[in-house]
């Protein structure tokens, strides 16, 4: 008789003293119950492994490890797994009772599909709604509308046939960013994909985003989109330009959150360029291109505390609704 879990859901930990309990909770209250949860300790040097050994349940695995990075530890959760399916959470991230009970009937019910996936919303440092993500319901192959956008929007999302991941050798330790995306990408590349169309994973926003990291995110973002357009070209031309228009997009409002800088804004001008230059719809989006350089010339020209109190006064787009993420935690 086989007792080994049907699940395995694999958060990787790195000095997460502040949410991973929370973030635990949130799976072991799942109405689902047959799973193993490895919590991959990644050289933690804060609490966060007395916060874990606080919480008692048979389901828990803890193993730790020198730090190495989140898709070294993804992949030592996949190799200690033994479960059919598996899932990845990230340390911050929360899902609701009912996402592994949805994601594995929707895989039993098409038998086709190697992964399912649902829809995604954002939450601050405090638990509070902040947008909605994406919620695309693209079902069977859905290559070519992932390489336009990862609306996926995260690498807590998906359930995923353990036998494809290991097919595909798990994540590509050489990527510091898109690391999610690169892998969803070489999945959709050959197999079925299958929507839960609910709100089941939410994704915490910090408000310590590191400007240093958006020269890096566009570096490997481009290098997932030139490698993935190898493994499977695309049908249309227009496929490239769009995800690249959609990077750009992304890097632009990125560089426009707080804190503001001089550098941050000029970084802000060049990716909204490369946007423009690539975005086949870029007539229908005056509106958006007037607004994001309004808001360069007050961060380029005004000290960064005059620019900060006079944009916080004016209502801009937000750059969450606007591009979701091709999210890189790193």
Known sequence: MNNSPLISVIIPAYNCEKTIKKTINSVLQQAFTDFELIVVNDGSQDSTLDVVGEIHDTRLKVFSFENAGGNVSRNRGLNLAVGNYISFLDADDIWTPDKLESQLEALQKNPEAHVAYSWTDYIDEEDNFLVSGRHVSANG???????????????????????????????????????????????????????????????RVSSHSLSANLTRQEKYCLQVLEKSSHIRPPKNKKTLHLSKANIYKYLTCKALQEPFSKEKGFLALKYLYRYFLNDYYRKTQVSFLIKILLKILVIITLPASLSTNLLSKIKLENPKKEFSAIKSRS
């Open 141 to 203: 192959d859905i290559y070519e509308k992932l390489l336009i956008s990862n609306f996926l929007d995260n690498g807590s999302n998906p359930l995923i046939s353990k036998e494809s991941l290991v097919e595909l050798e798990g994540f590509d330790e050489s990527l510091k960013a898109a690391q999610d995306w690169d892998m969803w990408l070489r999945l959709a590349a050959k197999y079925s994909f299958v929507a839960v169309p609910k709100v089941q994973i939410l994704y």
